[in-house]
């Protein structure tokens, strides 16, 4: 869209679980609204950030929390070309999840490897 | 140095405002520019004029709206985290039908492309967050 040239390399670094704060989905929305601006695009999930692409969540008025289950937008990030989802490893074992848990295709990576990418970053948001 | 600044917590509740506050002074006072700061989540509560503070504790709002007058910094506050939290300016109040309006002086309301748009513009975007 603007600033048309400049293209950076952005990493949404996503930290927290998907529900106890609005945390996860302002970044998603953030993601969305990103996605206009053309720029190499990766999110990567640490800690109880690793809940957010849990598959089967249930977050109906029936389940206890009444809100709204914003995780099939993960989904939909494919269509902005936004294809680089990292998981970090070391968060997801701690929480006894495994890569078929999650509701779109991760790429599971060591911390190691994720401070490494990170190194490669121009701009890393934090949620 | 062209800095970007991203707030993402509330003032007084959490120390991100007061430490995004003192960084974004001290680089300014060093000959850095810093070409916005964006609040978000809950940070878009530093851009409220009716906060009252008490008389012997700093004001965090009138803090970011004088050095916004002093160095006519750009203080974007996004719509969709503010229009959650009730901070409205004096056209979307009437946008959106409400009886009032808060924004405090030197903030302007805008959108998350702004904030992107921070992240390539800037040689940084320092991120102040829990």
Same mark, same amino acid.
């Given at each position: ?5 400049t293209i950076k390399k952005f990493m949404y670094l996503n930290r927290k679980a998907p529900y106890g704060t609005v945390y996860a989905l302002e970044s998603l929305e953030v993601v969305? =609204? @990103? ?8 999110? +990567?999930?640490? *800690?109880?950030?690793?809940?957010? %692409? ?10 206890? =929390? @009444? ?8 989904? +939909?990030?494919? *269509?902005?070309?936004?294809?680089? %989802? ?30 490494? %990418? ?10 | ?130």
């Amino acid at each position: 869209m603007e600033e048309s040239g400049t293209i950076k390399k952005f990493m949404y670094l996503n930290r927290k679980a998907p529900y106890g704060t609005v945390y996860a989905l302002e970044s998603l929305e953030v993601v969305l =609204i @990103g996605a206009a601006f053309d720029q190499e695009v990766s999110l +990567a999930f640490v *800690d109880d950030g690793v809940y957010q %692409l849990k598959n089967n969540q249930n977050t109906t008025v029936n389940s206890g =929390i @009444g809100m709204k289950d914003f995780s099939k937008t993960y989904r +939909a990030l494919e *269509d902005y070309d936004i294809d680089k %989802l990292y998981v970090e490893k070391e968060s997801m074992e701690a929480r006894g999840l495994q890569e078929d848990d999650f509701i779109v295709p991760v790429q599971i990576i060591n911390s190691a490897q994720l401070a490494e %990418l990170m190194t490669q970053q121009d701009v890393i948001l934090s949620f | 140095m062209k800095l970007g600044i991203l707030v993402n917590e509330g003032p007084y509740q959490h120390q991100a405002s007061d430490s995004a506050y003192h960084y974004t002074k001290a680089a300014l006072e060093q000959g850095h520019e810093i070409y916005r700061v964006f609040f978000y989540h809950d940070g878009v509560n530093n851009g409220t004029r009716l906060t009252i503070p008490p008389q012997d504790d700093r004001n965090v709002i009138n803090r970011w709206s004088e050095l916004a007058k002093q160095y006519k910094l750009d203080l974007v506050v996004c719509i969709a985290a503010a229009q959650r939290r009730g901070i409205l300016d004096e056209n979307e109040a009437k946008r959106q039908g409400k009886d009032a309006h808060n924004l405090a002086e030197g903030f302007r309301i805008s959108g998350l492309g702004q904030l992107i748009e921070a992240g390539i513009q800037s040689d940084r975007l320092i991120v102040f967050g829990d």
